[in-house]
C-alpha cells in the first residue's frame, strides 16, 4: 500500500514532466474565458507514478469552442469523439483528450450511454466511476493548495488501493453497467480491492449487462487480461456472476470438480496456467497468450466422459475447445489475427503430449517439423502454453515433462539447423561444370559438385572467378 507522501511525489514528478504542455493549454483556457482540469485516469495515474503519454482534461467549454482555443497550438487534432464531447490531440508527444463536463445522462436501456453536457465540474466528477477516477487538478495553477479537487476521497482510496463508487453503486451501474467490468479490470491493473458493497451490487445487478455493447465490453475484458493480476479480475467476475456475460465458458470449468477428486479443477487449473504464461512473456502483456491460456481447455466440460474404471476423459477436448474459442472470440468481435491464432494455439496444445514418455516410441523428424510447421508463427506461443500447462504437483512428474519439453524444443532446433545445412548448394551448378570442364554427365561431375559443395560448407559462397579458380584446381588434381 503507498503511503500519502508517496503518492504526492509521485504526483509532483510526473506532473512536472507533463506540465509545460498542460500548463500551457490551461493558460489558454483561462485566457479563453474557460476552465480546465487534468482529470480522471491521468490524474490517478500520475499519483501512482504511471502517468503515460495521454493526459485528459475536462473543461466547460464546448467542443467548438475546445477546437477554437486549440487550433495552431495542437500538432495533430482527431475528432472521432467529437460526437461524445471529445476533442482529441497532439502535442510535444503527449496525447491529450479534452472532454466538456457531462451530466448524469445515461439512458438505461440502450447500449451506448447519451451524451448530456453539464455545467459544473463536480456534476462531472459525480459521474465518473469509481472515486479514484473522480479527482482533478486545476490548470494552469496546478501547484496552487486548492488546485487539488478530490470530492470523493479518491486519495484515501488510492492509499488503501481501494475501489468505490463516488455515489450509491446501484445508481452508477445502472446509469451505465459497464462500469462493473471496469472495476474487475482496474481491480486486475491496479491490484485494487473492490468494496464489498460494490462487489454485492455488481452481484445483484450482472444481468444489466445484456445492454452494453461487445465492443465495450471485450475493450475492458482485454485490459482486464493485460493487467498485473488478471486472477483477481477474473476471479471477480466469476464469483458475482458477470462472466456468464462476457465468458461463460470460464465459470463452466468449475464444474469440473468430480465426487472422487480424481480430476483436478480445471477453472483453478486455468488461472494457474494463465500464471505460469505470464511469467513466460519476454515482451510485456501478450494478449494472445493469455486468451490462449484462459481458453485451452474450455472444451473439457463439454468431452468429459465417465470411464469404466472410474477414470475420466476428455477425448478431443482441443478440437471442440478449439472451435469453442473460436466461436467466443468472433462473438466478441476480436480482430481475425487474434482469434485464429488462440484457435490454433488451443487445438496444438496437447499435441505434445505423449512425446518423450516412458513407453511411447519417439517423434520422427517429419512429426517434429509437423509440429513446428502446424504452429506455424505462433510456434513460440505454443512454446510457452504447453510449459504452462504442466501445473502437476509432483515435482518428478513436473521436472520430466519440462525436461521433454526441452529434448523437443532441441530437436526442433537441431531439425532446423540440419535443414537450413541442407538447403546449402556449391557455387557452382552441375551444368556449369559440365561446362567449364567439358565432360558429359556422369561420376566426375558428381565427385566435383561433391568437392566444391565441402569447399561452401568449409568457406561460405565464393566469387565465381574463386569457384572456378577452386574447380579447376580439383580437376588438375585428379590428374589426366
Ligand atoms: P485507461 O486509460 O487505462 O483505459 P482510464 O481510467 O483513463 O483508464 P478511460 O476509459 O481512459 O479510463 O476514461 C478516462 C476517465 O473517464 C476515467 O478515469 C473515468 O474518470 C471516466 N470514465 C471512463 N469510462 C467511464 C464510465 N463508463 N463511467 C464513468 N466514468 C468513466
Ligand atoms: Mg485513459
Known amino acids: 500500500m503507498p503511503a500519502l507522501s ?54 466547460d467549454a464546448r467542443p467548438d469552442a475546445v477546437l477554437r482555443i486549440v487550433d495552431g497550438w495542437a500538432e495533430g487534432l482527431w475528432e472521432t469523439g467529437l460526437a461524445f464531447g471529445t476533442v482529441g490531440l497532439m502535442r510535444r508527444g503527449f496525447r491529450l483528450e479534452v472532454t466538456t463536463y457531462r451530466a448524469e445522462a445515461y439512458d438505461r436501456t440502450s447500449r451506448h450511454p447519451e451524451v448530456t453536457y453539464g455545467d459544473s465540474l463536480a456534476d462531472d466528477l459525480a459521474r465518473r466511476d469509481f472515486a479514484v477516477n473522480a479527482m482533478a487538478i486545476a490548470l494552469p495553477d496546478w501547484k496552487a493548495p486548492e488546485a487539488f479537487v478530490d470530492p470523493y476521497g479518491g486519495l484515501d482510496d488510492l492509499a488503501a488501493a481501494v475501489l468505490r463508487t463516488p455515489g450509491t453503486p446501484q445508481d452508477s451501474f445502472g446509469d451505465d453497467p459497464l462500469r462493473m467490468l471496469r472495476a474487475a479490470r482496474f481491480a486486475s491493473q491496479l491490484g485494487f480491492h ?3 458493497e460494490v462487489v454485492q451490487a455488481m452481484t445483484d445487478m450482472a ?40 465468458l461463460p465458458e470460464l465459470p463452466a470449468l468449475r464444474l469440473e470438480i468430480d465426487e472422487h477428486h480424481q480430476h483436478k479443477d480445471v477453472y483453478d487449473h486455468t488461472l494457474q496456467v494463465l500464471e ?6 519476454e515482451d510485456g502483456p501478450d494478449l494472445v497468450l493469455r486468451l490462449a491460456a484462459l481458453l485451452h481447455d474450455i472444451g473439457k466440460p463439454r ?35 487474434v482469434t485464429a491464432a488462440v484457435t490454433l494455439l488451443t487445438e496444438l496444445h496437447l499435441r505434445f503430449h505423449g512425446y518423450g514418455q516412458p513407453g511411447t516410441s519417439a517423434w520422427t523428424d517429419s512429426a517434429v517439423r509437423r509440429y513446428v510447421t502446424d504452429a506455424g508463427d505462433q510456434l513460440t506461443r505454443l512454446h510457452k502454453l504447453v510449459r504452462s500447462d504442466c501445473t502437476t504437483r509432483n515435482k518428478r512428474r513436473a521436472a520430466a515433462l519440462a525436461g521433454a519439453y526441452d529434448d523437443l524444443e532441441a530437436r526442433i532446433a537441431d531439425l532446423a539447423q540440419r535443414e ?61
Open 276 to 281: 505460469r504464461a505470464i511469467a513466460l512473456e
Open 207 to 246: 444481468g444489466r449487462l445484456e445492454i452494453v455493447s461487445v465492443e465495450r465490453i471485450a475493450d475492458e475484458l482485454s485490459k482486464l487480461l493485460c493487467g498485473a493480476l488478471p486472477r483477481r479480475g477474473l476471479e471477480l467476475l466469476v464469483d458475482t456472476g458477470l462472466a456468464a456475460f462476457v
Open 420 to 480: 537450413e545445412l541442407g538447403r546449402i548448394r556449391p557455387d557452382l551448378s552441375g551444368d556449369d561444370i559440365m561446362a567449364l570442364l567439358g565432360v558429359p554427365a556422369g561420376p566426375v561431375v558428381g565427385r566435383a559438385y561433391k568437392h566444391l559443395l565441402a569447399v561452401r560448407m568449409e568457406r561460405g559462397p565464393l566469387p565465381r572467378e574463386q569457384a572456378e579458380a577452386e574447380l579447376r584446381a580439383w580437376a588438375a588434381e585428379q590428374g589426366p
Open 6 to 59: 508517496e503518492l504526492q511525489q509521485n504526483a509532483v514528478r510526473e506532473l512536472l514532466r507533463a506540465s509545460p504542455v498542460a500548463v500551457e493549454l490551461g493558460e489558454r483556457f483561462a485566457a479563453a474565458g474557460y476552465a480546465l482540469h487534468l482529470v480522471g485516469g491521468s490524474v490517478r495515474d500520475a499519483l501512482l507514478g504511471r502517468l503515460g503519454d495521454d493526459l485528459d482534461f475536462t473543461t
Open 303 to 337: 468431452t468429459r466422459r465417465k470411464e469404466a474404471g472410474g477414470g475420466v476423459s476428455f477425448h478431443h477436448h482441443e478440437v471442440v475447445g478449439a472451435s469453442m474459442a473460436k466461436r467466443r472470440l468472433k462473438a466478441l468481435r476480436y480482430p481475425k489475427d
Open 194 to 196: 473492490v468494496v464489498p
